[in-house]
Nanobody, 121 residues
Framework: QVQLVESGGGLVQAGGSLRLSCAAS????????MNWYRQTPEKQRELVAA???????NYADSVKGRFTISRDNAKNTVSLQMNSLRPEDTAVYYC???????????????WGQGTQVTVSS
């Protein structure tokens, strides 16, 4: 069984910073991409940042220059450093990992439980 556990959300004033972390554990054979998504009641879930096994990154235009995604392949963790936060960054943030479990031959998407980030103006 595979689990993704997120931490680090909370309430912060505009201009402040937060760091989200996500740890994958369980019977994991291999991890491919690791991503962060966010969702609000008004919008569909959107990709915020992505990082490949080799460390290549991709960001939504709205967060470029403010957010940084990183991963530790030895620890199966992915983090999102969020700086210069804005009220429009308020959302539930979800960790997403594409991985192959030990018991299955196929890569699949796994999701964290979500963590609330609220940015006050």
């Amino acid at each position: 069984q595979v689990q993704l556990v997120e931490s680090g959300g909370g309430l912060v004033q505009a201009g402040g910073s937060l760091r989200l972390s996500c740890a994958a554990s369980g019977s994991i054979f291999r991890i491919n991409a690791m991503n962060w998504y966010r969702q609000t009641p008004e919008k569909q879930r959107e990709l915020v940042a992505a990082i490949t096994t080799g460390g290549s990154t991709n960001y939504a235009d709205s967060v470029k220059g403010r957010f940084t995604i990183s991963r530790d392949n030895a620890k199966n963790t992915v983090s999102l450093q969020m700086n210069s936060l804005r009220p429009e960054d308020t959302a539930v943030y979800y960790c997403n990992v594409v991985l192959r479990p030990l018991v299955s031959g196929a890569f699949a998407n796994y999701w964290g439980q979500g963590t609330q980030v609220t940015v006050s103006s």
